[in-house]
């Protein structure tokens, strides 16, 4: 049974954050038949935006890129970005440059918000969690609590007073959505993005053949969340956005839907997994 959630009434803007080795481009590229779907879903109009990550990658950041047909000379930089570099052999991993990443990312919520909602595939859907996060009132608050034990501090590009509540550079996000997303697990140094919970309305869609993100370290970003708004959606693929397939796309249409429709003061609905149309 289809969701009867009414669609929002006014134009919506999503940040699409890309993933590990991709580019805002690419990930348009591969998202257009989302683009599309989300067009006819939301009528008053939807516009998504797709940055490209500030950390260029070179071939030793992604050998396994370079053993494909699109493989450049090895002397040559491929077209490839990140948010942050993993350093590390296994948890916990330590993320190079993520201060420079997210002053990127609060840099376009500055200068192309506001934004309803942020949508990130692998790395980005790690980072839109972190983004929710980092919008939400009190957030400064909890790093602070966490630095004493070895946290980072609060981004100072996140505190540009531009008139929103608590000087924050972008206000709260109305929702987030990760795909193949994970959290920053094992470490004290980015325990501030997830302690207090994050409580912007966040769904998670996990592919069951996914050999890239554990599935475990996907979890810990469904975990990070509010109980209440938690939820993860499993598609039978791997390390991919399923941007086409009917009930993985109406998913995520139902569940923009419903956020949107409680910001604008409608009455909250709770959807069923039958409501949702997808395997839980």
Same mark, same amino acid.
């Given at each position: 049974?289809?969701?009867?959630?009414?669609?929002?009434? %006014?134009?919506?803007?999503?940040?699409?954050?890309?993933? /590990?080795?991709?580019?805002?481009?690419?990930? =348009?590229?591969?998202? !257009?038949?989302?683009?599309?779907?989300? %067009?006819? #879903?939301?009528?008053?109009?939807?516009?998504?935006?797709?940055?490209?990550?500030?950390?260029?990658?070179?071939?030793?950041?992604?050998? /396994?890129?370079?053993?494909?047909?699109?493989?450049?000379?090895?002397?040559?930089?491929?077209?490839?970005?990140?948010?942050?570099? !993993?350093?590390?052999?296994?948890?916990?991993?330590?993320?190079?440059?993520?201060?420079?990443?997210?002053?990127?990312?609060?840099?376009?919520?500055?200068?192309? @918000?506001?934004?309803?909602?942020?949508?990130?595939?692998?790395?980005?859907?790690?980072? #839109?969690?972190?983004?929710?996060?980092?919008?939400?009132? @009190?957030?400064?608050?909890?790093?602070? #609590?966490?630095?004493?034990?070895?946290?980072? !501090? &609060?981004?100072?590009?996140?505190?540009?007073?531009?008139?929103?509540?608590?000087?924050?550079?972008?206000?709260?996000?109305? /929702?987030?959505?990760?795909?193949?997303?994970?959290?920053? !697990?094992?470490?004290?140094? &980015?325990? @501030?993005?997830?302690?207090?919970? +994050?409580?912007?309305?966040?769904? =998670?869609?996990?592919?069951?053949?996914?050999?890239?993100?554990?599935?475990?370290?996907?979890?810990?970003?469904?975990?990070?969340?509010?109980?209440?708004?938690?939820?993860?959606?499993?598609?039978?693929?791997?390390?991919?956005?399923?941007?086409? %397939?009917?009930?993985?796309? @109406?998913?995520? +249409?139902?569940? +923009?839907?419903?956020?949107?429709?409680?910001?604008?003061?409608?009455?909250?609905?709770?959807?069923?997994?039958?409501?949702?149309?997808?395997?839980?």
């Amino acid at each position: 049974m289809a969701t009867t959630t009414p669609p929002p009434t %006014q134009p919506l803007k999503i940040l699409m954050l890309h993933g /590990f080795t991709q580019s805002g481009p690419l990930f =348009h590229a591969k998202t !257009r038949a989302l683009e599309k779907n989300l %067009q006819k #879903a939301f009528p008053a109009g939807v516009t998504l935006h797709y940055p490209t990550a500030p950390i260029r990658l070179l071939p030793a950041d992604v050998p /396994f890129a370079m053993a494909g047909a699109e493989a450049k000379a090895a002397d040559e930089e491929p077209d490839a970005w990140a948010w942050w570099r !993993r350093k590390g052999e296994g948890e916990p991993y330590a993320y190079e440059g993520l201060e420079q990443g997210l002053g990127h990312i609060a840099a376009v919520l500055k200068s192309e @918000g506001p934004f309803d909602g942020v949508v990130g595939f692998s790395q980005g859907g790690a980072c #839109a969690g972190m983004v929710a996060s980092l919008l939400e009132a @009190g957030r400064r608050e909890g790093f602070e #609590a966490v630095y004493a034990k070895g946290g980072m !501090r &609060y981004p100072e590009t996140f505190e540009e007073d531009t008139g929103y509540v608590e000087g924050m550079v972008h206000p709260p996000l109305k /929702f987030a959505v990760s795909y193949s997303g994970f959290a920053a !697990r094992g470490t004290e140094l &980015y325990r @501030g993005f997830y302690e207090p919970k +994050i409580r912007t309305p966040m769904l =998670h869609f996990l592919g069951t053949l996914d050999t890239v993100v554990e599935e475990a370290r996907s979890l810990a970003l469904v975990e990070a969340c509010g109980n209440s708004e938690g939820r993860v959606v499993y598609h039978p693929g791997g390390h991919f956005l399923p941007s086409s %397939q009917k009930a993985y796309v @109406g998913a995520l +249409i139902g569940f +923009i839907k419903e956020v949107l429709h409680t910001a604008e003061g409608g009455e909250k609905k709770e959807e069923s997994v039958e409501d949702m149309d997808v395997p839980f």
